[in-house]
Structure formats: structure tokens, C-alpha cells
């Protein structure tokens, strides 16, 4: 590789990863062959740390932008800063940041308007976009290193104009009107509100709101009975989680009307009630 190559995911880098990146950016760091260091979650001080530690020569910090089990958002500032101090390229996937945050939903730079932009910004097609496929924004010079060096790029089929075309579709209507993305932010406001309302303790500034249970049974249950209650929520378990940490998780779309998100809010309140969860908070 000649100096100036992007020199990230080989076998000389050292990658950073959060430790609550999704499965496909583990299998990633697996597939590079780099040396792989997780830090704590969203925690910039362990990150400076471990990057001190590490000293490496070459490297890339990696996150997500939206965190898909736990829906909050990365410390976009805080990964630009270290990458800059050390030398080191950013990349944050924004599979569930985009058309779902910021004012108009472009996703994490919009949620930090002042913040340097990190060098690879990568996202899906698949979930506010409604379609499938994935894309990568970054710099030409890592753009052409990808497209010549990537093998799970260059070894996959392509897209089919179908769902090339209902991408691009959603992406027009995302930009042309930006009220899709503010009745989502309103929803997930209004549900959170209505569950905490029943005494459940959630909070989320995505369309993810995670509801916690505890235990992998008991969570599958609830979302059992939900389902024959009219209320389709997943329920996360291990190993998607950590054991002891199983959760329902809501995911909130912007053509749910109030109505239908605060009775899915007490039905959720009513079932966890029969089962004496949060019944120290529910009045
Ligand atoms: C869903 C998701 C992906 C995978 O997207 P696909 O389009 O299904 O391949 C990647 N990263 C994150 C953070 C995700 O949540």
C-alpha cells in the first residue's frame, strides 16, 4: 500500500470499536483482519485511553451512529475530536440515524451542525428508507480504495432497479418534505411520554425505544402476549444483548397516530403490570 493509501481495516491498523456496535461492523473488524480494541460505550475517556495505550501508527474509530438495541445517539463530537488529535479516520454507520434524526432527518451531522464531519459515513437502505442496500459517503480517494479493495462489495451482486428506485424515491420524499421526519420525533416523544406516564422508565431521542425487562423468558412472554393483544414489539435477548438484559423494543414509525401509540402505551403498562414489573413505579 503506497503512503497515502486510507490505510484503515488491514493488518497494520488498529480499529476502535463501541462495544455496543452492531453485529455487522464486529463482523467487519473480523473480516479486516485488524487488530480490534472495543471501548466502553460511548465512553470518550476510556476511547482516549485506550488509543494512548494502543499508540497505534494507523487506525479507525468506529460507531454507530444510532445504537440499534439502545436508540441513543453517538458522541459524534467527542469520536471526530480523538480521531483528529490521533490521527485516526472516523467512520459511524448510520443505519438508524437516517431520515430519523436531526431537524430533517439527515442523521447524526445534522445533530451536530458545528461538528467536522467523520471520513466514512455509511448507512442502509433498509430501514427509514423502506428499501435495501447500503450506501458509503466518503472522500474519493477512500471511495475508489473501497471499491478496488473491498471484497464483500465486489463479491456481491449488485442491486436490482426495483429497490434502487424505491431507495431513491424515499430519499426524494425525505427531501423534498421534512414533516415525515418531525411526526416520527413527535411519536417517539409522545410514547415515551405515554409510558412513563404508566410509570415505565424509557427514554429515546430515535425512533428505537427500548423497554427493560431483564430476563430472556420473561421478555418473550410479554412479547407473546402483546402479539395476541394486536401489539407487534420485538422482544431482545441474548446474545443480541447481554444476558439479564432482554428488553421489548419499540420501533416507532411517523405514520403511527397518537391514539394508536398511547394505547399500545397502556396495553405495554397493563401487561408488564400482570407480571409485577415496575409495580414499585406503577401507580
Ligand atoms: C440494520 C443495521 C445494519 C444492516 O443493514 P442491512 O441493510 O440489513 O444490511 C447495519 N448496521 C446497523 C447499525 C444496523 O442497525
Do not use: W
Amino acid at each position: 500500500m503506497s503512503a497515502s493509501s486510507p490505510r484503515f481495516g488491514s493488518k497494520e491498523t488498529i480499529i476502535f470499536s463501541d462495544e455496543l456496535n452492531h453485529a455487522s461492523i464486529i463482523d467487519g473488524c473480523r473480516l479486516s483482519r485488524a487488530r480490534t480494541i472495543v471501548y466502553h460505550h460511548n465512553d470518550m475517556q476510556d476511547l482516549k485511553q485506550k488509543i494512548q495505550a494502543a499508540a497505534p501508527a494507523h487506525g479507525l474509530i468506529v460507531s454507530d451512529a444510532v445504537f440499534s438495541m439502545d436508540g441513543d445517539i453517538a458522541d459524534l463530537p467527542g469520536i471526530v475530536e480523538l480521531g483528529q488529535r490521533y490521527g485516526l479516520l472516523t467512520m459511524l454507520d448510520e443505519a438508524h440515524a437516517t431520515g430519523v434524526i436531526g431537524r430533517t432527518g439527515r442523521g447524526i451531522c445534522e445533530c451536530f451542525p458545528s461538528c467536522r464531519k467523520p471520513d466514512l459515513l455509511m448507512g442502509t437502505l433498509s430501514k427509514a428508507l423502506g428499501s435495501e442496500g447500503g450506501y458509503v459517503a466518503a472522500s474519493q480517494l477512500i471511495i475508489d480504495y473501497l471499491r478496488n479493495t473491498a471484497r464483500s462489495f465486489i463479491f456481491s451482486t449488485s442491486q436490482t432497479p426495483a429497490t434502487l428506485a424505491a431507495a431513491l424515491t424515499a430519499l426524494n420524499l425525505l427531501q423534498a418534505d421534512s414533516s415525515h421526519v418531525a411526526h416520527l420525533q413527535e411519536n417517539t416523544r409522545c410514547f415515551c411520554e405515554a409510558l412513563q406516564s404508566q410509570g415505565i422508565p424509557v427514554q429515546s431521542e430515535t425512533a428505537i425505544v427500548p423497554i427493560p425487562i431483564g430476563d430472556e423468558a420473561s421478555a418473550t412472554a410479554v412479547a407473546e402476549t402483546l402479539f395476541r393483544q394486536g401489539i407487534f414489539i420485538n422482544a431482545i435477548r441474548y446474545p443480541t444483548v447481554a444476558k439479564g438484559s432482554a428488553r421489548l423494543r419499540a420501533a416507532i414509525m411517523a405514520t403511527h397516530t397518537p391514539e394508536e401509540l398511547r394505547t399500545a402505551a397502556q396495553t405495554i403498562a397493563a401487561v408488564l403490570r400482570n407480571r409485577g414489573r415496575f409495580s414499585a413505579h406503577i401507580k
